[in-house]
């Protein structure tokens, strides 16, 4: 039988770690390719699979190997409350720029424009997942992918098309820009095709994206508040995008 130890310290510096057994629960339902998964108590893991993930459960069972807890504590960062961890292939850039860029596209691409917070980036990625909007382009520095990323999108990257692009190389599709300067969302229906953009946390959107918009969109806000969160503006206008005729995936 193959070392997971081994397979994991091979693997480790070109995967993706998810971190816990929510995120691995996910990855999995969404189709990740997952070479190595450990815990350092199968039973329990097996146990809250019954419970949460009963869809998966097989797959998990096929998956986990057990190891000793100091071996668990040495192949992450931090240990997870649930003690689980593993690694999976980042999906090909390729094949997510192909989805982002096809049309006619069913969902909105969710743009992020120089995001600085890595936990407000996972937050939208999990956002977007459960819209099952298109994909997450993150414009900037971010590394979308970075584990505090994973760890804040619960594994959900595999279930959006997640990558980096620079503003002049976003997908094709009118951009709505959320600006508190902007027209009220409320009278707005927000195409299935669109691309919905998002201003960084400290100096909101770039004169580039600002450029390459088409509308600039406001959500309701008291004139007192400077602004929302990103990713609660996100949240506000995806809901807005369903709730005016985007259609959710069926489930
Ligand atoms: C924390 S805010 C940016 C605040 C930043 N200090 C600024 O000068 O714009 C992050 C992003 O959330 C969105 N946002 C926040 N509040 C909004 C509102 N009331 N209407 C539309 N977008 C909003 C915008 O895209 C904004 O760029």
Do not use: C
Not at 51 to 72: S, W
Not at 165 to 180: K, T
């Amino acid at each position: 039988m193959t070392d997971p130890v081994r397979v994991w310290r091979r693997l480790a510096d070109a995967s993706v770690l998810l971190d816990g057994f929510h995120a691995l629960k996910h990855a999995v339902r969404f189709g990740a390719e997952v070479p190595v998964a450990v815990t350092d108590d199968r039973r329990a893991a097996l146990a809250l699979a019954d419970e949460l993930a009963p869809d998966v459960r097989d797959a998990l069972d096929a998956l986990l190997a057990e190891v000793p807890t100091a071996t668990y504590r040495s192949l992450v960062p931090r240990p997870h409350p649930t003690a689980v961890a593993a690694l999976a292939v980042r999906p090909p850039r390729a094949a997510h720029l192909g989805r982002l860029a096809h049309l006619p596209r069913t969902a909105p691409v969710v743009v992020l424009d120089n995001p600085r917070n890595l936990g407000n980036a996972g937050a939208v990625i999990r956002l977007a997942a459960g819209f099952g909007a298109t994909g997450v382009v993150t414009t900037g520095t971010l590394d979308p992918w970075h584990p505090t990323v994973v760890r804040g999108g619960a594994g959900l990257h595999f279930a959006t098309a997640v990558e980096r692009l620079d503003v002049d190389e976003l997908p094709p599709g009118p951009v709505f820009a959320l600006d508190p300067e902007g027209e009220d969302i409320r009278g707005l229906k927000l195409p299935d095709e669109a691309l919905l953009a998002f201003g960084s946390e400290r100096s909101g959107l770039s004169r580039a994206l600002r450029a390459r918009a088409d509308h600039l969109v406001a959500l309701p806000m008291r004139p007192q508040v400077s602004s929302y969160n990103l990713a609660t503006s996100v949240a506000m206008t995806l809901y807005h995008w369903s709730a005016t005729g985007g259609a959710p995936h069926p489930r």
